[in-house]
């Protein structure tokens, strides 16, 4: 990136990236933490299914490489203001210290053309981390209600019927998403269900989050239909699963 000529125009530079991607950046932005304020280079933010990702990024547009102290700064700062990631992008390169103290952290070291390249994968694995919150939430909700409630309100299998199980589609959902964060696509999206919503296959991130939504958007609404029933019926009582039913939930997708 030799035509970035100064550390202006290398930050902006960096700031628009983010913003073609989808981001909302700003630069040169104070951000309150918990325990002081501190001044961001380019401070960066998206929102997906209803939550928050924010990521911050220091530009060292420096004749020599970042050193391991510079690390130990962002750390703090990323741990007070709650960043998910943070970010260093070095036109020289950095230290060996620099790269020990950013090992197994959210901090991570590159270079303008290495941020450009990896990013993506970034974003997507942030994404997965958030349907994965919210299948957590959805097998709380469904494990609430005790296993005869649930077969007698259509949520899981009766003997004989493979027409719908929030079961099967969570435990689909659940290793689609490991595939994915492995890359291996195509995916295999196939419920063994005679009622399935959206394609059986996703050969590419964005299917794959078309038929999540989809999925979970059905779900919430056959759990909602359920329960306003249940409540009719005088047998709503949803209670804490014990830990052992999450258990045998990843065992079988009949509990």
């Known amino acids: 990136m030799n035509y970035l ?13 983010f913003r073609a991607i989808g981001f909302d950046a700003e630069t040169n932005k104070t951000v309150l933490g ?7 280079d380019i401070y960066v933010q998206n929102k997906f299914i209803g ?13 020599t490489c970042v050193p391991k102290e510079k690390v130990l700064a ?3 700062i990323a741990d007070d203001v709650g960043a998910d990631k943070a970010f260093i992008i070095s036109e020289k390169g950095f230290q060996t210290g620099a790269f020990e103290a950013a090992s197994n952290t959210n901090i991570s070291l590159m270079t ?3 941020l450009r390249q990896i990013t993506k994968e970034f974003v997507e694995d942030d994404i997965l981390k958030l349907y994965e919150e919210r299948i957590e939430l959805i097998r709380r909700r469904y494990l609430s209600h005790s296993k005869n409630i ?14 719908f199980s929030v079961g099967f589609v969570i ?3 659940q290793d689609a998403i490991k595939r994915a964060q492995a890359r291996e696509y195509p995916i295999s999206l196939n419920t063994v269900l005679q009622e399935q919503y959206g394609e059986q296959i996703a050969t590419n991130f964005q299917q794959l989050i078309n ?9 919430d609404e056959k759990i909602l239909d359920a329960e306003v029933i249940m409540q009719k019926d005088g047998n709503f009582k949803p209670t804490i699963p014990k830990e052992s039913a999450y258990n045998r939930f990843y065992k079988t997708a009949q509990d």
């Open 5 to 17: 000529t100064t550390w202006y125009e290398f930050q902006e530079a960096i700031a628009d990236y």
């Open 34 to 40: 918990v325990r002081t304020s501190h001044a961001i």
């Open 51 to 63: 939550q928050h990702l924010t990521w911050i990024i220091e530009a060292k547009k420096w004749k």
């Open 74 to 76: 962002l750390r703090t």
């Open 112 to 114: 303008f053309a290495e």
């Open 150 to 163: 649930r077969r007698q309100y259509g949520l899981t299998l009766e003997l004989g019927n493979s027409d």
């Open 171 to 173: 435990i689909t959902a």
């Open 211 to 219: 038929w999540m939504n989809l999925n979970f958007n059905m779900i």
